[in-house]
């Protein structure tokens, strides 16, 4: 059973043109995170969620926005996507305290940029 | 913050041999210590992780050691098999309330048959 579900996998967008990126979870966990992930690369920490309290990243470009509706979705827009956005997209969960620290992984999102 | 950093980038061992790969961090309040296999073009799979109140943890060919005091942790990996041949990661989470995972530059693991 999928556990974080990342829409869509595969995203193509022009130089300039918005695009989101959705994830949604069934675990009920209070922290969802985003991450970009270049080739080669370590994932590297855009923000992240802790319920409703949002927490950027200091280095994370101001074209990269974030909400948060409810528990279960969350969604990353790109304003004005560049050539160097060009990426995988992973969405993660996790949920704090007691036994369970794992941090589960979506399938990602990669997106390509004309 | 949190600085991770993970050594060697590149590792290349025969079938059958064992292959280590090596982790510092920064931040002595980090608590929780996951490892991740990462093969191409997938997620991040967790494959073992360690909490800051154990020193050693195994599951089968696969152990990870921490440090606390010298502020290193190591995964281990017996008789390794082709199937192994990935990148993984290395991650330190602070024991705050945000919950923020750092994570290593990653590891190419390659098994030669």
């Known amino acids: 059973d999928a556990m974080v579900i990342q829409n869509p996998r595969y995203q193509v967008t022009q130089f300039g043109k918005p695009v989101t990126l959705s994830c949604s979870q069934t675990?009920?966990?209070?922290?969802m995170y985003w991450y970009q992930q270049k080739s080669s690369q370590a994932p590297k920490l855009l923000f992240h969620?802790?319920?409703?309290?949002?927490?950027n990243e200091a280095d994370t470009p101001d074209n990269f926005q974030s909400r948060r509706p409810n528990t279960s979705f969350c969604f990353l827009d790109i304003r004005s996507p560049g050539l160097g956005d060009a990426a995988m997209y992973l969405c993660?969960?996790?949920?704090?305290?007691?036994?369970?620290?794992?941090?589960?992984f979506g399938p990602g999102t990669r997106l390509t940029v004309l | 913050g949190e600085n991770v950093e993970q050594h060697p980038s590149t590792l290349s061992v025969q079938e059958g041999d064992s292959a280590v790969i090596k982790c510092t961090y920064s931040?002595?309040?980090?608590?929780?210590f996951p490892w991740y296999k990462q093969e191409l073009g997938k997620r991040p799979q967790l494959i073992i992780d360690?909490?800051?109140?154990?020193g050693e943890k195994k599951d089968q060919r696969i152990a990870v050691t921490l440090n606390k005091t010298a502020k290193h942790f190591s995964l281990h990996i017996t008789e390794t098999q082709p199937e192994d041949s990935a990148v993984y990661f290395c991650?330190?989470?602070?024991?705050?309330?945000?919950?923020?995972?750092?994570f290593g530059t990653g590891t190419k693991l390659q098994v030669i048959p």
């Open positions: 675990l009920n966990h209070n922290v």
């Open positions: 969620y802790y319920d409703k309290d949002f927490n």
């Open positions: 931040d002595s309040a980090s608590n929780y």
């Open positions: 991650a330190a989470r602070n024991s705050g309330g945000y919950q923020k995972v750092t």
């Open positions: 360690i909490r800051s109140n154990v």
């Open positions: 993660a969960t996790s949920r704090p305290g007691g036994r369970d620290n794992e941090q589960f």
